[in-house]
């Protein structure tokens, strides 16, 4: 009697990027290091052109043009023309012009920063009204609007009208992760699982039993964490949340994500949203617009066919489109 | 004599009465032919103010031009939204993830 064949081993790499976590799965004999060469490129074109972070970066060339028409790399084009398509997609829910808003709410360097700052602030010690979030109390009201960005492609070259600054932390980031699964399954030819911040993408032929992914409030939580574990074969996976990326200023709890109808942060019925696409990137933007929509996203999501796992603030949950029942809601709130 | 008034007034009525009906009809005609109208009129004004959005959409986002990054391939069906929805939905998976997705 022969014994049953071993499944595939899987590797794993775990590094910061974007100011996050980013996890590496390769699955067979692919070699972990020449998919985390191939994945560093990716990862630094993609930061290199629309970090709002760095004073080297394209995206801060063009919010700094006052209007003028900026020549743009083709890939800076992509991740544009890909944020605008999400602003469509979701009529304006999930809108890349809300760079100025973040700013505005003390969220203008690495996220590492802004909570060190924060906290200095809650500590009593020095530090800038403007700059950490005073603007929550300002009459913000609506973002300039994705219709304020001109983007041709032939060439590459965009113009910022009304005063539009670009954020496109809400696309960029699971882009970059369809990018880097895109590119490792095919130069390799093996199966990957890629996940930045916790917007997954998966190429190749997965494993048996699919890929386990653990859903829940916080990215860099346990593989235990509160929340539940399903499998995925293909595509991508994206959960967005107000409790992560999320700080403190002036007595006030505030988050990134942005309801561009108010330019502040979304006050939502629900804490977390998990969904399931076809790409980390479509996962994303669903996952980032029903938080902005609240109650009105469970039937977008039905009418759309897309599986999801909406947390609503008490920890109750609601699936949509074919999504496990879950066995155990989480209730815990992180603090 | 009153026998003829008589017929001449109910051959006048009855020449009113085909005068209000034909009337009534020729009204009823030309409204129905201008609701026609205006409904067409109001169909092709929706149909050119969407056109319209979706060519300055194009302008706006580009979208006829290529880039070379943008070849994606997509794990699922596009649907009238434009979003793409996965080939199979998540499966339950017991016990612990491998990752963990939640917001970052």
């Known amino acids: 009697m022969r014994a049953a064949a071993a499944p595939p081993a899987v590797t794993r790499e775990t590094f910061r990027v974007f100011g996050t976590t980013a996890t590496l799965l390769l699955s067979g004999s692919a070699a972990m290091p020449a998919a985390r060469e191939l994945a560093d490129a990716e990862l630094a074109a993609v930061d290199l052109a629309c970090s709002r972070f760095r004073a080297d970066s394209e995206l801060t060339r063009v919010n700094s043009a006052g209007g003028a028409a900026t020549d743009i790399s083709p890939l800076l084009a992509t991740l544009i023309g890909e944020a605008l398509r999400a602003a469509r997609l979701t009529a304006g829910d999930v809108d890349p012009t809300c760079a100025a808003a973040l700013a505005a709410l003390g969220y203008d360097r690495d996220f590492d920063e802004v909570k060190a700052r924060a906290t200095r602030g809650s500590r009593g010690k020095t530090a800038s009204a403007a700059s950490t979030g005073r603007g929550l109390d300002a009459p913000a009201g609506r973002v300039p609007g994705w219709r304020k960005v001109e983007l041709s492609t032939d060439p590459p070259r965009v113009t910022l009208t009304g005063g539009a600054q670009l954020d496109l932390g809400a696309t960029a980031k699971a882009w970059a992760a369809d990018r880097c699964a895109e590119v490792i399954a095919a130069q390799l030819g093996c199966a990957v699982l890629v996940s930045l911040g916790g917007d997954i993408a998966v190429a190749g032929e997965a494993p048996a039993g699919g890929w386990r992914v653990r859903v829940t409030d916080d990215h860099a939580a346990g593989p235990d964490a509160p929340g539940q574990t399903v499998a995925i074969n293909a595509g991508g996976l994206a959960t967005s949340s107000t409790t992560v990326r999320a700080w403190e200023s002036h007595g006030r709890k505030l988050h990134h994500i942005i309801d561009p109808a108010t330019g502040k942060p979304a006050r939502s019925i629900w804490r977390t949203v998990s969904v399931a696409a076809g790409r980390a990137l479509d996962a994303n933007i669903v996952s980032t617009a029903c938080i902005v929509r609240g109650a009105s996203a469970v039937g977008w999501l039905t009418e759309m066919n897309l599986p999801a796992r909406l947390v609503r603030e008490d920890g109750t949950t609601v699936t949509t489109a074919g999504w496990p029942d879950d066995p155990a809601p989480a209730t815990a709130k992180p603090s | ?104």
């Open chain 2, 1 to 104: 004599m009153r026998r003829d008034r008589a017929g001449s007034a109910i051959a006048a009525r009855d020449a009113g009465l085909r005068r209000v009906t034909r009337l009534t009809w020729q009204v009823a005609a030309a409204g129905a032919v201008c609701s026609a109208l205006i409904a067409a009129a109001f169909g092709h004004g929706t149909s050119q103010q969407s056109a319209s959005q979706r060519g300055a959409s194009q302008t706006q986002t580009g979208s006829t031009g290529q880039t070379p990054r943008s070849g994606h391939q997509h794990h699922g069906k596009h649907r009238g939204s434009g979003l793409v929805i996965p080939s199979q939905p998540p499966a339950p998976a017991p016990g612990a993830g491998q990752v963990t997705s939640g917001g970052s």
